[in-house]
């Protein structure tokens, strides 16, 4: 079975704070068809979030599926607040980079 | 009045520049409002600790002039939330000083300048605690005890719609607030012109990032917002800029947990019966939002504490056996510390970058480090002095690492910098909190005055 890539499916994957202590990343379709080709390849849930960061599923504090703007959104505890001394990214903006490469199956 | 229309120029006004055309086209559709928050707290918390601004001096100005002189230009109210990127009392200070600056230099007709406070004291919110109320704790964080309240340097009160309202009811032509809520800088106006709470509060929601909004991505462009009685209408000024149903749908999950719900100081602003349409080329409609008030009128409080002094070093490796073998190499350095300074008293931080320097413990491809590495490495301590030498002992024995079968001997790193830097105190966000409170302008104290000529 062929599969392509969600940087190639998605019309934005992003990062970013949302509140001192947590990061929330958005992957938002175009088309209301691959949004739902997404949903049901079941390559982004909360298991496969887990898995790819290598988290507990206690560090995830919120998983939607947004359908008004055909999106997808998880956000994750932080394992100390933005800007402590040896954050890296204080805005959360770079922590997506895993989710582009994620295969999904073709419909 | 049948709708009220407010322009936003910027989603945080002073971290950079608005773009000044688009602005142009907002000020030229004629505007009931000008208005921008200037708040937020994804700076860290170093700018609320050393009570500075992140953002520079000329960019806050520059802002405040066009926001300013367009305003009094068309004789509608100018509002500004979160001054100075914390909303702390200094900076509050600081932007009536601007405007009054601003007036006097352009010798503006005088006008009423109102302005508000945030902060909260901590003997404030001891007796408040010690007379039973609980803080509560958002997002992870138990509730606040006192240890932590002695270990906090500055607390500031997120204002709600109140404040915004009790000085347009005086009649303020243009207002500074403390810390704020950013959609309420919006919604304050609708609702003081009679508009209902669901669509006030879904006006300041679309507005608040100025064009983050609109498509096609481009910061720092002019949106404008009309509220009427049943719809708010968002419309994309930059010519190159549209208000889609998927760019305004997109932007209500931006920066928050869940896309459906915001809440604000004495209620939440449900999303989840939204309907977008698309209304005009630049233009889209939302209907259905809905605004509950809140059983009990709770303040979120941000507050952050010092760590310590701190300073930067940095290093590069380029030895493919040293990259395999960095961790050794940075335990190495630890140690060296650690023989100096004992376990504690000191904080020391290594980021590589090339390995997973951005992710850290989140990134899937530690064990594929790159052909080179740079490590950044922060040293934290009581006093100057100390972070200094704790970072350069961390930093410069890197340099000293003995692996046991490098081919190098006369070094194991490069140095681009053969020195440590200095770097802002370390702090963290030690507050981020509720409070219940009885009157929803207590910890907002007003006042008035007036600037021009």
């Known amino acids: 079975m062929t599969t392509q890539k969600l940087s190639a499916l998605a019309k934005t994957i992003r990062s970013k704070n949302a509140g001192v202590n947590l990061i929330t990343f958005d992957i938002i379709f175009r088309e209301r068809e691959t949004y739902e080709r997404v949903k049901r390849s079941g390559v982004l849930t909360r298991e496969s979030v887990c898995k790819l960061y290598r988290i507990p599923p206690e560090r995830i504090a919120d998983f939607v599926e947004f359908d008004p703007a055909n999106a997808i959104k998880f956000t994750i505890y932080r394992l100390r607040p933005s800007g402590s001394p040896g954050d890296p990214d204080i805005f959360g903006a770079q922590q997506y980079a895993p989710l582009l490469d994620i295969e999904v199956p073709a419909a | ?453």
């Not at chain 2, 559709?29 to 520079?56: C, E, K, M, N, Q």
């Not at chain 2, 940075?330 to 390995?355: P, S």
């Not at chain 2, 301590?381 to 970072?391: G, I, L, S």
């Not at chain 2, 963290?428 to 009885?438: A, E, G, P, V």
């Open chain 2, 1 to 453: 009045m049948n709708s009220l229309r407010i322009i936003c120029p910027n989603g945080h006004l002073g971290f950079a520049p608005i773009r000044v055309e688009s602005f142009r086209l907002g000020v030229a559709a004629r505007p009931d409002y000008i208005a921008a928050d200037s708040g937020s707290d994804d700076v860290g918390p170093v700018p609320l600790g050393t009570d500075t601004s992140t953002s520079p001096l000329a960019w806050q100005t520059h802002d405040l002039e066009h926001m300013l002189l367009a305003a009094r230009e068309l004789g509608v109210p100018m509002i500004i939330g979160s001054a100075g990127d914390t909303g702390a009392n200094s900076r509050v200070d600081l932007f009536v000083k601007i405007i009054r600056e601003l007036a006097a230099k352009h010798r503006l007709p005088r006008f009423k300048l109102g302005y508000f406070y945030s902060e909260v004291g901590r003997e404030d919110l001891r007796r408040r605690m010690r007379g039973g109320e609980t803080v509560v704790g958002l997002e992870g964080y138990a509730a606040l005890t006192e240890a932590e309240l002695d270990a906090t340097e500055r607390i500031v009160a997120m204002a709600g719609v109140h404040p915004f309202i009790a000085l347009l009811e005086q009649g303020a032509d243009v207002i500074i607030g403390g810390r704020s809520s950013d959609s309420c800088v919006f919604a304050a106006p609708a609702i003081h012109h009679g508009f209902p709470e669901d669509q006030a509060y879904y006006l300041g929601k679309v507005l608040e990032c100025a064009s983050f909004c609109a498509e096609p991505y481009g910061g720092k462009e002019t949106v404008l917002g009309a509220v009427a009685a049943d719809a708010v209408e968002v419309t994309a000024m930059h010519p190159g800029q549209r208000c889609t149903v998927a760019s305004v749908a997109g932007h209500a999950m931006y920066e928050r947990t869940n896309p459906y719900f915001e809440h604000v100081a004495g209620g939440t602003l449900d999303m989840s019966a939204c309907h977008y349409e698309q209304i005009a080329e630049k233009t889209t409609r939302i209907t259905g939002a809905k605004f509950g008030r809140a059983a009990e009128f709770r303040v979120k409080l941000e507050g952050a504490g010092k760590i310590g002094e701190r300073y930067v070093g940095m290093v590069g490796i380029r030895d493919p056996y040293t990259i395999a073998h960095v961790d050794d190499v940075i335990a190495w350095a630890r140690d060296k510390v650690k023989e100096r300074f004992g376990d504690t008293g000191y904080e020391l931080y290594y980021n590589v970058y090339g390995r997973d320097g951005v992710m850290g413990e989140l990134e899937p491809l530690r064990d594929q480090p790159s052909h080179e590495l740079c490590i950044l490495v922060q040293g934290v301590a009581p006093t100057a002095e100390m972070a200094e030498e704790v970072c350069i002992t961390g930093t410069r024995q890197m340099f000293y690492a003995r692996l046991p079968d490098v081919k190098g001997s006369a070094g194991g790193v490069a140095f681009a910098l053969d020195e440590v830097l200095r770097a802002s105190p370390a702090y963290r966000w030690t507050l981020n909190h509720t409070l219940r409170c009885d009157d929803p302008l207590e910890l907002f104290p007003t006042h008035m005055t007036t600037a021009g000529v």
